[in-house]
């Protein structure tokens, strides 16, 4: 027998959890399903309770754990040829797994005075509406794929 998925959200909170993952604001959400805000704020809490983000977890971290768990498809690439540097790929990740700005900071090993001026350049150049966007893309390009792959040199795997 197999074992039920215990990361199950409802047809509601997919719904919601995908435009999430696509950029859209609560106030977007609403109108695009015509629900109330509270309604979208509501799927949002229950789903990151389901995909097992801590209380107060940024957009970013919840589209994270939303595409990890494949509860809902990465949107598309806006084009095609996008590289992010090491230093890039570290800030993704930092933005991916933190919510609080010292968090990210300290994991993408810049000064945390750095970290809205960073972000906000890896937003244009991956043309994301916002971090849990550019998160999204980050998936589609399968920039977390790679890094869980990749160890440094003589790192054990």
């Known amino acids: 027998m197999a074992t039920p998925d215990p990361f199950h ?28 805000e509270s309604t ?8 990151s309770k389901i995909v097992g983000c801590p209380s107060g977890s940024s957009r970013a971290v919840y589209a994270h754990a939303l595409l990890t ?3 809902v498809a ?22 991916a797994t933190h919510s609080r700005i010292d968090g990210i900071a300290l994991a993408a090993g810049i000064h945390r005075d750095d970290v809205r001026l960073e972000t ?8 994301a509406l916002n971090n849990a966007h550019l998160v999204g893309i980050a998936h589609s390009l399968k920039i977390f794929e790679r890094a869980a792959h990749e160890a440094p040199a003589g790192a054990a795997r």
């Open 69 to 71: 768990r494949k509860q």
């Open 40 to 47: 979208v704020r509501s799927h949002i809490q229950k789903g």
């Open 74 to 95: 990465p949107p598309s690439a806006p084009r095609t040829g996008i590289h992010f540097t090491a230093r890039e790929e570290r800030l993704l990740h930092a933005l």
């Open 9 to 36: 959200l409802s047809k509601a909170q997919r719904s919601v959890a995908s435009l999430v993952v696509e950029g859209h604001s609560n106030a977007g959400i609403s109108a695009t399903l015509q629900r109330s």
């Open 120 to 127: 906000d350049a890896l937003r244009c150049k991956a043309r």
